[in-house]
């Protein structure tokens, strides 16, 4: 299949997960974990190149090594800005549009990709196209699709200046869906409940099983391969079944970084209104406030649920 624009496919990845340490490099079914996504997006026709960016941290020189090794570009930049190691991963690059894909995402497919970009190109003004960044939510969590046209990595570049916005660089999209055309899809059942990533020891474990069981017939085994053994074999949804949850769009609030993030947030917005009194800049200070008060508000909400809930 021969596509009209460049499309580069952008994996970020880092050895210091707190949840699960070394899970990019981490062997399934004879190579590290990072190999196998790059040979599941390098079997899409429709990805031009595939890039690993990683962090500047010493720990990471193991990724850097794999890439080098498997002969796939690397970048290594900010370990926090994660938006920012985005961006210039191919900053330098001819293309169109960008797919993200993380680490964690052990099952990302041709087929998802090739639904993914053919919905791109059919919506050439799309600005990006998920299934996974607005409701509703119906894929399992991990197999996930995000494009960004260029333009639109561009603008988040330039205008997310919030720390959330930076390590999780899709939190300025949602926060701003009106300022996009976005194009969404979803699958017919809902597959919401399943887990599909990878975060903790458990869910390693089941992603051995999956490949145990299909990588030999089909390396590119699919959506549709993977729900057909799982109905077969229900047993193997249980092995990580108790980190499961269905996505929200307030799923960020139930993450370890939420809180110490949003905190920071405020505080950024307070210290730029600081500024900005200053240099007696009044008329500016109200739309820094009012952020500050909405990530307030949200703090104060996620609290009282948490707290009725136990």
């Given at each position: 299949m021969q596509?009209?624009?460049?499309?580069i496919a952008v994996i970020i990845a880092r050895e210091g997960s707190s949840r699960l340490p070394g899970k990019a490099i981490g062997t399934v079914h004879g190579q590290p974990m990072i190999g196998h996504i790059a040979d599941r997006l390098k079997g899409c026709a429709g990805i031009s190149e595939v890039i690993i960016a990683t962090t500047i941290n010493v720990e990471d020189n193991i990724i850097a090594s794999f890439a080098e090794q498997k002969k796939i570009n690397?970048?290594?930049?900010?370990?926090?800005d994660v938006l920012d190691r985005l961006y210039h991963a191919v900053a330098d690059k001819d293309y169109d549009a960008v797919i993200e894909v993380g680490g964690d995402c052990p099952f990302v497919?041709?087929?998802l990709l090739d639904q993914g970009i053919q919905l791109y190109l059919n919506n050439e003004e799309a600005d990006f196209v998920s299934n996974a960044l607005l409701p509703p939510y119906t894929f399992p969590d991990g197999y996930d699709f995000i494009l960004l046209s260029r333009k639109t990595l561009?603008?988040?570049?330039?205008?997310?200046?919030?720390?959330?916005?930076?390590?999780?660089?899709?939190?300025y999209l949602i926060k701003?869906?009106?300022?996009?055309?976005?194009?969404?899809?979803?699958?017919?059942?809902?597959?919401?409940?399943?887990?599909?990533?990878l975060d903790?020891?458990?869910?390693?474990?089941?992603?051995?099983?999956?490949?145990?069981?299909?990588?030999e017939k089909n390396p590119y085994f699919s959506f549709v391969e993977i729900k057909q053994l799982l109905i077969e074999k229900p047993e193997l949804v249980e092995i990580n079944k108790m980190h499961a949850h269905n996505t929200m769009y307030n799923s960020a609030w139930y993450t370890g970084s939420y809180v110490t993030e949003a905190h920071q947030d405020v505080q950024s917005l307070l210290n730029h209104c600081l500024i900005l009194d200053k240099e007696k800049?009044?008329?500016?200070?109200?739309?820094?406030?009012?952020?500050?008060?909405?990530?307030?508000?949200?703090l104060n909400t996620?609290?009282?649920?948490?707290?009725?809930n136990g």
């Open positions: 596509y009209k624009k460049k499309i690397c970048f290594r930049g900010n370990p926090e497919s041709p087929d561009e603008k988040l570049q330039h205008e997310a200046m919030l720390q959330s916005e930076r390590f999780q660089p899709f939190q701003n869906e009106k300022q996009f055309k976005s194009i969404s899809f979803t699958s017919e059942i809902n597959y919401n409940h399943w887990r599909w990533t903790y020891p458990e869910d390693l474990q089941f992603v051995k099983r999956i490949y145990e069981e299909l990588y800049r009044y008329a500016e200070m109200g739309e820094f406030y009012l952020k500050a008060s909405k990530i307030l508000d949200e996620r609290a009282n649920i948490r707290k009725l």
